[in-house]
C-alpha cells in the first residue's frame, strides 16, 4: 500500500515564529487531506488540497502532486496551534502519516 | 446535519468481553472509513465501506473483528473476546465520494481491564 512519511516528527516553536511541516507519499494519490487533532481527539479538517495551494488565514498549503509532496505552512504560530497535525491520502482507500507534534510556546 | 456521530464516545470494558461501535456518518455519504489510534500514533487503517459493500479489511483487522454497514447509512464495528491491546480510540470517517472531503467523527475510547 501507499506509504505516507511527515516530517519532522516533532517541532517546538516560540509563538510568532512561522513553521513548515512536509508530507512525502509513495505513489499518485487522488486527494491529499491536513488536519489537526485537538486535544480530544477529534480530527480537526484543514484542507482538503489534491493538488495546487490553498489558504485560510494563517495557514497555507501546497500540493506538488507529481513530485509527491505536500507542505502546510503556519505563519505567526500562537499557542492554540500546538497538538498533532497530519496529513492523509487517498489512493483506493485513505491512510495516514504518523503526524508532526507542535508545540507552541508562549 | 450534524456532521459524523459516534457513540458510544467511551467505553470501559473487561477482558474476554464484546463490544460494538455505532458510526453515523454525514447524511448521503456514500464512502465510510474506520480506524484505530493508540497513544503518540497515526491513525491506523482498518476497513472502508461504499455504500452498503465493505471494499478492504486491514490486516491489521483479526478475526476478533468485524463490521457492517447493512443498508448503507449507519456502520457498526464489532470486536469480540477483547484483549487488551485493543484499548484504543476508534475512529469513524465518511466522505461523499473516494475524491471528496472526508470528515470524522469525535471518537470511541476504548479501555480493556
Known amino acids: 500500500g501507499i506509504q505516507v512519511e511527515q516530517s519532522p516528527p516533532d517541532l517546538i516553536l516560540q509563538e510568532g515564529a512561522n513553521s513548515t511541516l512536509r508530507c512525502n507519499f509513495s505513489?499518485?494519490?487522488?486527494?491529499l487531506q491536513w488536519f489537526h487533532q485537538n486535544p480530544w481527539g477529534q480530527l480537526i479538517n484543514l484542507f482538503y488540497?489534491?493538488?495546487g495551494t490553498k489558504q485560510n488565514g494563517r495557514l497555507s498549503a501546497t500540493t506538488v502532486a507529481t513530485e509527491r509532496y505536500s507542505l502546510l505552512y503556519i505563519s505567526s504560530s500562537q499557542t492554540t496551534d500546538s497538538g498533532v497535525y497530519f496529513c492523509a491520502v487517498t489512493e483506493n482507500d485513505m491512510r495516514f502519516g504518523a503526524g508532526t507534534r507542535l508545540t507552541v510556546k508562549p | 446535519d450534524t456532521g459524523v456521530s459516534q457513540d458510544p464516545r467511551h467505553k470501559i470494558t473487561k477482558r474476554g468481553q464484546n463490544v460494538t461501535f455505532r458510526c453515523d456518518p454525514i447524511s448521503e455519504h456514500n464512502r465510510l472509513y474506520w480506524y484505530r489510534q493508540t497513544l503518540g500514533q497515526g491513525p491506523e487503517f482498518l476497513t472502508y465501506?461504499?455504500?452498503?459493500?465493505?471494499?478492504?479489511k486491514s490486516r491489521l483487522l483479526s478475526d476478533r473483528f468485524s463490521a457492517e454497514r447493512p443498508k448503507g447509512s449507519f456502520s457498526t464495528l464489532e470486536i469480540q473476546r477483547t484483549e487488551q491491546g485493543d484499548s484504543a480510540m476508534y475512529l469513524c470517517?465518511?466522505?461523499?465520494?473516494?475524491?471528496?472531503?472526508?470528515?470524522f467523527g469525535q471518537g470511541t475510547r476504548l479501555t480493556v481491564v
Open positions: 488540497i489534491p493538488s
Open positions: 505513489d499518485s494519490v487522488n486527494n
Open positions: 470517517a465518511s466522505s461523499l465520494q473516494r475524491d471528496t472531503e472526508a470528515f
Open positions: 465501506f461504499q455504500n452498503e459493500a465493505q471494499l478492504e
